[in-house]
């Protein structure tokens, strides 16, 4: 049973940087699929990065401000935003998947409890 437990979230000001933490167990070795999501209330969940061993991907409306990474030896994955704007509000959520499309919510086994970024102006 994999368990993710998300972290780094908060109220930070427009052009600020933050950095979300997602805590991994029980995955067996890297071979999951990490990924981050977003959700606005009333929206529907949205891809926002993903990374599985060398290879990572990021929504291409945040690149150049959202970076993803993963340190196994300490089992954690990482989402760096920097240059944040309002609109980046939501609650970010840590997902481990298998298989699939990296984009799509189904290709994920496990989610974690999610952490909210609220960005004022």
């Known amino acids: 049973q994999v368990r993710l437990v998300e972290s780094g979230g908060g109220l930070a000001q427009a052009g600020d940087s933050l950095r979300l933490s997602c805590a991994a167990s029980g995955r067996a070795g890297s071979r999951y699929v990490m990924a981050w999501f977003r959700q606005v209330p009333g929206k529907e969940r949205e891809f926002v990065a993903g990374?599985?061993?060398?290879?990572?991907a990021v929504d291409d409306p945040l690149k150049g401000r959202f970076s993803i990474s993963e340190d196994n030896s300490k089992n954690m994955v990482y989402l760096q935003m920097n240059n944040l704007k309002p609109e980046d509000t939501a609650v970010y959520y840590c997902?481990?998947?298998?298989?699939?499309?990296?984009?799509?919510?189904?290709?994920?086994?496990?989610w974690g409890q999610g952490t909210l970024v609220t960005i004022t102006s």
């Open positions: 997902a481990a998947g298998l298989v699939g499309q990296w984009t799509r919510e189904e290709t994920y086994d496990y």
């Open positions: 990374i599985s061993g060398s290879t990572s």
